[in-house]
């Protein structure tokens, strides 16, 4: 077995302090479902020590989340998730992903099949919400629910005017920007990238386009699709070079992290270099518009949970710029709840690989919303919107999930910012 594999994990020295953000030590309880747990595991497989196809050592391994929240609470600056991706990735060479699972990734991965069922998903939103509970059935549904844009700014006037196409803008130019599309965003959250590219524009700057890019391969690297991840990856360093000197903006924390671990992906591929040059480009829409100020919009008054995703806290290191985003909209009264910053379970499909665990994971995140009150929670990345968003549904509460651009879209708006 190659010693490669526990890349990184090297300066664990067991100490346990990663232990309670561990979500799923915090509901198991269970040693080998810790961090601390995992890298013994890890570096078993990687001496030899261990066998990829032992059941148990398998499940531990699945049960993981990938959120990454053990990596910045570790003194010793131990790099837990690249590690984790290669042992999926020899898992899977043990034993197949769930045929579930690989369905899901291709129809994000397929352009030809995304333009066929995303459009029927969105027709099917409004039964899904009627629909939408805790069973088997009832909680995708909620998911599905969860996508639908929010009328949350209509009694902040911020509706009518978000929703003209093309905003008029008088702002100082900032630079080009390009919007990273990805598949369920671009097939469910579209709202969200109109919302981000008014933004843009309304901070100064000139919003591009670039053709053929797609799906970012991060559902795929994550489950241990190593070659499916990096031919993804190669389709969109050819699409993004077309729009050389822009910044390529992701509206959803999983794609932007994915695309800034591009050059790790494509190593040895001859695309390596073109791919650590797009990673260099990639920001989190957070940070593009926290970086330009961002101007502020009328006020909204809403109580506002935000409820950072893991791919962008713990792998992008991003904490500050949606807390400027947010400081941009007058009257937004900030509510805090308890473990903020433990991941929701969504963890691309895991709720679909771990539903029992993924539930468990939730349940925290939606009790401690409840207990908050939010007129709105706000978070930036769509698996988490649909996990929480179902949750929410589920638990009988109706308080809408949106994305932190959207708040400042409606604010701006309001203000008059958008033209006819
Ligand atoms: S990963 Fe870091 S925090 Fe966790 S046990 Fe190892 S050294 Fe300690
Ligand atoms: S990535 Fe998340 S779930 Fe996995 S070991 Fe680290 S903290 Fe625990």
């Known amino acids: 077995m190659s010693a490669g594999l526990a890349a990184g994990l090297e300066p664990c020295v067991h100490c346990g302090f990663c232990l309670q953000s561990c979500p799923t030590y915090l509901v198991t309880a269970d040693e080998a479902d810790s961090p601390r747990g995992r890298i013994v595991l890890i570096?078993?497989?990687?001496?030899?020590?261990?066998?990829?196809?032992?059941?148990?050592?398998?499940?531990?391994?699945?049960?993981?989340?990938?959120?990454?929240?053990?990596?910045?609470?570790?003194?010793?600056?131990?790099?837990?998730?690249?590690?984790?991706?290669?042992?999926?990735?020899?898992?899977?060479?043990?034993?197949?992903?769930?045929?579930?699972?690989?369905l899901v990734h291709s129809i994000m991965a397929e352009r030809g099949l995304g333009r066929v069922l995303f459009p029927l998903a969105r027709m099917m939103r409004p039964a899904a919400r009627l629909l939408a509970g805790r069973s088997r059935l009832g909680f995708p549904l909620g998911m599905l629910a969860a996508t639908r844009p929010s009328g949350v700014a209509r009694g902040n006037g911020g509706a009518q005017q978000a929703s003209r196409a093309e905003p008029a803008v008088a702002a100082t130019p900032a630079g080009t920007a390009v919007v990273l599309r990805g598949c369920v965003m671009d097939g469910l959250f579209s709202h969200v990238h109109r919302a981000t590219e008014r933004t843009l524009r309304a901070n100064g700057f000139t919003v591009v386009e670039t053709d053929a890019q797609g799906c970012c391969g991060a559902l795929h690297a994550h489950a241990g699709q190593h070659e499916e991840a990096r031919e993804l990856a190669r389709r969109n360093v050819r699409a993004f070079a077309a729009a050389d000197g822009a910044t390529v903006v992701a509206d959803a924390a999983g794609c932007g992290a994915m695309l800034k671990e591009y050059g790790r992906l494509l190593e040895g591929d001859p695309l390596e270099q073109e791919a650590h040059a797009l990673a260099a480009r990639v920001r989190d829409v957070t940070e593009v518009l926290a970086g330009s100020g961002p101007r502020r919009g009328a006020p909204l008054e809403l109580r506002?949970?935000?409820?950072?995703?893991?791919?962008?806290?713990?792998?992008?290191?991003?904490?500050?710029e949606p807390e400027a985003l947010l400081a941009a909209v007058p009257g937004l009264k900030r509510v805090r709840h308890a473990g903020a910053e433990l991941c929701c379970g969504s963890a691309g499909s895991y709720s679909l690989a771990q539903p029992a665990l993924s539930h468990e994971v939730l349940g925290h995140k939606i009790d401690a919303l409840v207990a908050a009150r939010p007129d709105v929670v706000a978070t930036g990345n769509p698996g988490c919107q649909m996990q929480i968003g179902a949750g929410l549904l589920a638990a009988g509460v109706k308080i809408p999930v949106v994305h932190p651009v959207e708040l400042l879209d409606w604010s701006y708006g309001k203000a008059g910012y958008y033209a006819e």
């Not at 935000?306 to 904490?319: E, M, N, R, S, T």
């Open 304 to 320: 506002v949970a935000y409820d950072p995703p893991c791919h962008l806290l713990h792998a992008q290191g991003v904490a500050a």
């Open 43 to 102: 570096r078993g497989l990687a001496e030899g020590r261990l066998d990829p196809r032992d059941p148990v050592l398998a499940s531990h391994l699945d049960r993981c989340l990938g959120c990454r929240a053990c990596e910045p609470v570790c003194p010793s600056g131990v790099s837990y998730g690249p590690a984790l991706e290669r042992t999926r990735h020899l898992l899977t060479e043990a034993r197949p992903v769930p045929l579930s699972v690989r």
